[in-house]
């Protein structure tokens, strides 16, 4: 079965750090694009960021520039994303996604993970 | 920025036809995609590639672009479609949502 397991998720005060990470199973990791998406409570979704399968190539939205960092360890068939000077506009669950090809879908989801930024 | 606009809201009786639209300039040339989302749920792709079903996907579910505009048509609308849909493109580098759009089946 095709999984994608998100972590790390937590209260943070504003200017804090996360990291997150998205472990999957059921397929292999390393041959699929993957991206973040982030939904804000009562809000839409949020493309925050997309990573190519050898992890060279990254793309952030600009909403998070500069602030987070998105890594990923095909050996351990895992994705990271390390989010720093966290602000309370940030405070959403994050979704772990992988593309399902050439055409920029997601055609698996994780649960998700909540991040909530407040003092 | 690049925008894609939904209807907030799309109201139908079950059993009944229910269509959701989809605008935005780079549908012309970009594929869309759809998903629902149930409360408390992840996303779930319904329709890829404007039109394409992944396996699992009910056959009511379909999909459809002309010029500019992606259409999600719910075909014999059931109490479980009741959920919020996202259409989704991209531009250049960035994925692309629409405001979502809440479906009620009364």
């Known amino acids: 079965e095709v999984q994608l397991v998100e972590s790390g998720g937590g209260l943070v005060q504003p200017g804090g750090s996360l990291r997150l990470s998205c472990v999957v199973s059921?397929?292999?990791?390393?041959?699929?694009?993957m991206n973040w998406v982030r939904q804000a409570p009562g809000k839409g979704l949020e493309w925050v960021s997309y990573i190519s399968s050898t992890g060279r190539t990254i793309y952030y939205a600009d909403s998070v520039k500069g602030r987070f960092t998105l890594s990923r360890d095909n050996t351990k068939d895992s994705l990271f994303l390390q989010m720093n000077s966290l602000r309370a506009e940030d405070t959403a669950v994050y979704y772990c996604?992988?593309?399902?090809?050439?055409?920029?879908?997601?055609?698996?989801w994780g649960k998700g993970t909540t991040v909530t930024v407040s003092s | 920025s690049y925008e894609l606009t939904q209807p907030p809201s799309v109201s139908v009786s079950p059993g009944q036809t229910a269509s959701i639209t989809c605008s935005g300039d780079?549908?012309?040339?970009?594929?869309a995609s759809w998903y629902q989302q149930k409360p408390g749920q992840s996303p779930v792709l319904v329709i890829y590639?404007?039109?394409k079903r992944p396996s699992g996907i009910p056959e009511r579910f379909s999909g459809s672009k002309s010029g500019n505009t992606a259409t999600l048509t719910i075909s014999g609308t059931q109490a479980m479609d009741e959920a919020d849909y996202y259409c989704?493109?991209?531009?250049?580098?960035?994925?692309?949502f629409g405001g979502g759009t809440q479906l009620t089946v009364l």
């Open positions: 989704q493109t991209w531009d250049s580098n960035t994925l692309i």
């Open positions: 996604a992988r593309e399902g090809g050439t055409s920029r879908y997601m055609d698996v």
């Open positions: 059921g397929f292999t990791f390393s041959s699929y694009e």
């Open positions: 780079k549908l012309g040339d970009k594929f």
């Open positions: 590639r404007h039109t």
